[in-house]
């Protein structure tokens, strides 16, 4: 009797073990979901809908509670006491040992702020909370029912719960982190107001704020002292830690990235920190499910130049209409135009190779300047002419910006070079957009010399016109030139395999996977020296293909 009771209480043990491994990988799965989703409740719980069936409430939750009801109800009278805990264990500990779908490879990792550790309180507790009232009851009932069924019972049901208690957590948590966060934009205002000479900059836009905000950095820290927000720190939260933790006294130039996902986003950010100088790159369809239209990305990233008081300046793209349309409210401020088609700085003679740009800055008045860098792509060069212009503004020489863009690293993942010991890498991993990843394109077909291949995973992200949008880049991709197509992931690529075909571009010349790692051994096997190829698009954490 001894030794069966042993047994039991060891195999309950390790059940609880395995239960609370699988507990483990799921909170922290929707945890990092949860701060993926900017901390948003809606977005959160929009995400949770979208991949219901796949991660919030699976078939293995389903088919343990079947059997348990099974055992309750129908079979466990005709089975000793130990059966059911024999069978039950064992059945939850297979089931519930494989994590695959919680713990995977991140792009961006769980970042164990502040923020996170309040948010895990109540997550804790909750998520504890019916595996202990399990264990209880399970003792409570002891000789009514055998231990595992309210043990099990409490486990997977605790499993279960688990996103749901995510989401009430962020709603109990959420008039505290309005208080945290109100104290934090006091301080930053503050520390703005003791610093009148010093220029902010603000930089928004669909896409380009962050290779932008690096390129703007590098010109201006030719005779300025720089301060500017890291990666893409561009929330109210993440300028607020900028200003509070690394503006210095010293600094002239603040640098700001300001991202929005809804409408009146960007005027909020800069009720923070109002801007001196306002840079506008371009109106694309980037988070077109949130903004619903680009009228409305238009008069959001508008909300920039909105702030502006008379007579400060506006930096803007002036190939984009919607940009100039935005800079057109305003007959009260300096507008400066930047384009490859038209404006007060333009760029020609754009060539591309594997050390990377050249071409030729010039301006209205006649001045003109040669220009040497290591970035690539069109959108790199209206980056540059941006810089080129508030550099202009301030009062540095052109061959002085020009020289500081010939020691202009490229931003990580951002159509950066790479040399590995065969062929040449262009890394565009970041989430990709329909006027990157087709400037990317252009970029990888304007290679010389050897196989150009492509491996993408196409786009994400943007809503309704998500499945249009990959068709038309398969289309694109199709008549480029190139010699080789990698797909990666064969549902989400369906699109860009439509417009392929539809562009004529031979099949045997395309690849389609299932992961990044398979794609990179057919590299490893099929290229040689001279040889280039472009990674377009890393999907985001939040992208999961059901």
């Keep these: 009797m001894a030794t069966y009771l042993l047994f039991i209480q060891v195999l309950l043990f390790l059940l609880s073990v395995v239960m609370l491994r699988h507990l483990y990988w799921r909170t922290r799965f929707f945890v990092h979901m949860f701060q993926q989703s900017g901390y ?107 231990d595992v069924y309210m043990l099990a019972f409490g486990w997977v049901f605790g499993v279960i719960m688990v996103p749901f208690w995510v989401l009430l957590a962020g709603f109990l948590t959420k008039p505290l982190e309005k208080y945290i966060q109100k104290g934090f934009i006091r301080s930053a205002q503050q520390k703005l107001a003791s610093m009148p000479g010093l220029t902010v900059i603000g930089i928004t836009g669909s896409y380009g704020k962050t290779s932008t905000k690096f390129a703007l950095a590098s010109m201006l820290s030719e005779r300025f002292s720089v301060c500017f927000t890291p990666g893409s720190f561009n929330t109210p939260m993440g300028i607020c830690k900028v200003i509070n933790n690394d503006l210095q006294a010293h600094h002239q130039v603040l640098i700001l990235e300001m991202g929005a996902r809804y409408p009146g986003n960007i005027a909020e950010l800069c009720e923070i920190a109002h801007p001196n100088i306002a840079i506008l790159t371009i109106i694309g369809k980037a988070h077109l499910e949130t903004f619903g239209s680009q009228e409305v990305i238009a008069k959001t990233k508008g909300e920039l130049i909105q702030s502006l008081h008379p007579g400060e300046l506006a930096v803007v793209n002036a190939d984009d209409h919607r940009v100039m349309a935005q800079a057109a409210r305003r007959n009260d401020i300096s507008v400066i135009g930047a384009g490859l088609q038209q404006g007060d700085f333009t760029a020609t003679d754009i060539r591309y190779d594997a050390s990377g740009c050249s071409f030729t800055v010039c301006h209205k008045d006649g001045r003109q300047v040669p220009v040497r860098t290591g970035l690539l792509g069109q959108h790199n060069v209206y980056n540059i002419l941006f810089g080129f212009a508030v550099g202009d503004h301030l009062g540095l020489r052109l061959e002085t910006l020009a020289l500081a863009v010939s020691r202009m690293e490229p931003v990580e993942h951002r159509l950066q070079l790479k040399q590995t010991a065969t062929y040449t890498v ?31 995973p196409g786009m994400v992200e943007l809503g309704d016109i998500e499945e249009e949008e990959n068709f038309m880049l398969g289309e694109h991709i199709g008549t480029s030139g190139i010699e080789q197509v990698i797909l990666v992931g064969q549902k989400q690529t369906k699109p860009i395999q439509d417009g392929l075909r539809s562009a004529g571009y031979p099949e045997e010349k395309t690849l389609i996977v299932k992961s990044l790692f398979e794609a990179n051994a057919w590299l490893q096997q099929h290229l040689t020296k001279g040889d280039v190829v472009l990674y377009e698009n890393d999907l985001p954490d939040m992208y999961v293909e059901d």
């Design 40 to 146: 948003k409740l809606n977005e959160f719980w929009l995400w949770m809908k979208d991949h219901w069936n796949s991660h919030v409430l699976n078939g293995t939750h389903a088919l343990t509670n079947v059997l348990l009801l099974l055992f309750v109800v129908f079979i466990g009278h005709w089975f000793t006491p130990t059966a059911p805990a024999v069978i039950i264990s064992v059945y939850l500990m297979i089931w519930f040992w494989p994590v695959d779908l919680y713990r995977r490879q991140e792009k961006k990792p769980l970042a164990y702020t502040a923020r996170v550790q309040r948010l895990l309180i109540p997550v804790t507790l909750l998520v504890i909370l019916f595996p202990v009232l399990g264990a209880l009851a399970a003792q409570l009932l002891k000789g009514m029912l055998p």
């Design 426 to 456: 262009i890394d565009d991993a970041f989430n990709s957009n329909p006027v990157g990843a087709r400037n990317a394109i252009d970029v990888l077909a304007g290679f010389q010399g050897g196989k150009r291949v492509l491996v993408t």
